[in-house]
C-alpha cells in the first residue's frame, strides 16, 4: 500500500512565523504535489516537484517556497505566515504526470 | 484550462439506496481519478480510471473518455459512504490534477 503522510494534522501559528510543511511518501515516487483546499475555491496547486531539487509553481505559488533534498521528502515552507493562508494542505505523490497519485491525510493549519 | 463539472451537488438518501455520481469533463484527459473525502479532509483514492470500467465491492466506475464522462456508482449506500466526492482530471497542458466541486452525500440510517 502507497503510504503519504504528513508532519501534523492540526498546526495553529502567528501572524509572521515561519511554517514547514513536510511530506514523505514510501513508494520512490518522482512527482510529489502540494494542494490547499479552501471552501468555494476547491483544491488548488501551490508547487510540484517531479525530482529531488526539481521544483516548478503551480497556479498559486505566491507566500509558499518548497524543498526536494531527498526524493521521499516535500517540504512546504510558508516564509512568514499572514492569515489568508489558513487552509488545508494537502500532499501527493504520484509515480509519473499521468499516473495515480496518492493524498496524504492533511494539515488544517490556522494563522492568527 | 479544462473543465470538470460534477453532478448533483447535493444527494440525500437512505441508508440501502443506490446512487450514480456524474462528472463531465471539456477536454481530452490522460488521467482521470475518482477521490471520496472523509469528516476528517483526508482524500481516499477509489478509483484510477481514464477509460474503460472497475469495480471495487460495493463502487464501481466508468469512463468513456470519447464522449467526455465519467461515472461513479455506490450501491447498497451505508452511513460511512457520507462525504464529498471528488473526480479530477490530468490533462496535456497542466501540472496537477484538476478537481470538480465534488458531490456532497450524505446517507441516512
Known amino acids: 500500500d502507497v503510504k503519504v503522510t504528513q508532519s501534523s494534522r492540526y498546526l495553529v501559528k502567528r501572524t509572521g512565523e515561519k511554517v514547514f510543511l513536510e511530506c514523505v511518501q514510501d513508494?520512490?515516487?518522482?512527482?510529489m504535489f502540494w494542494y490547499r483546499q479552501d471552501p468555494g475555491l476547491g483544491l488548488r496547486l501551490i508547487y510540484f516537484s517531479y525530482d529531488v531539487k526539481m521544483k516548478e509553481k503551480g497556479d498559486i505559488p505566491e507566500g509558499y517556497s518548497v524543498s526536494r533534498e531527498k526524493k521521499e521528502r516535500f517540504s512546504l515552507i510558508l516564509e512568514s505566515a499572514s492569515t489568508n493562508q489558513t487552509s488545508m494542505y494537502l500532499c501527493?505523490?504520484?509515480?509519473?504526470?499521468?499516473?495515480?497519485?496518492?493524498f496524504g491525510p492533511g494539515t488544517r493549519l490556522t494563522v492568527t | 484550462g479544462i473543465q470538470v463539472e460534477q453532478s448533483p451537488p447535493d444527494l440525500i438518501l437512505q441508508e440501502g439506496a443506490n446512487s450514480t455520481l456524474r462528472c463531465n469533463f471539456s477536454d481530452s484527459v490522460n488521467n482521470l481519478q475518482w477521490f471520496h473525502q472523509n469528516p476528517w479532509g483526508q482524500l481516499i483514492n477509489l478509483f484510477y480510471?481514464?477509460?474503460g470500467t472497475k469495480q471495487n465491492g460495493r463502487l464501481s466506475a466508468t469512463t468513456v473518455a470519447t464522449e467526455r464522462y465519467s461515472l461513479l456508482y455506490i450501491s447498497s449506500s451505508q452511513t460511512t459512504d457520507s462525504g464529498v466526492y471528488f473526480c479530477?482530471?490530468?490533462?496535456?497542458?497542466?501540472?496537477?490534477?484538476?478537481f470538480g466541486k465534488g458531490t456532497h452525500l450524505i446517507i441516512q440510517p
Open positions: 513508494m520512490d515516487h518522482e512527482n
Open positions: 479530477a482530471v490530468k490533462y496535456g497542458g497542466a501540472d496537477g490534477l484538476t
Open positions: 501527493t505523490s504520484g509515480r509519473g504526470f499521468s499516473y495515480e497519485q496518492y
Open positions: 480510471i481514464p477509460s
